[in-house]
């Protein structure tokens, strides 16, 4: 069963005190920055090879060299 919640602010810092980080944060957490950079996945399918050529092709055993 969980103890009941502090009402008075002495109470509040008390418990604070005897369990610290037991409340939630109010505040939320900064995020990092997002970057825009283009990657593989930015076009479906095709379009990619569209833009970065034909995939090399293959050689007598398979080999992409």
């Known amino acids: ?4 919640r502090p009402i008075d602010h002495k109470q509040a810092l008390e418990e604070e005190r005897l369990h ?3 409340e939630p944060q109010r505040v939320p957490q900064p995020q990092p920055p997002r970057t825009r950079r283009r990657h593989k996945a930015a076009l479906a399918g095709s ?5 970065e050529g034909p ?3 293959r050689g007598p055993r398979g080999m992409s060299t």
């Open 1 to 4: 069963m969980k103890p009941t």
């Open 20 to 22: 610290p980080g037991s």
């Open 47 to 51: 379009q990619n090879a569209d833009l």
């Open 55 to 57: 995939k090399p092709k």
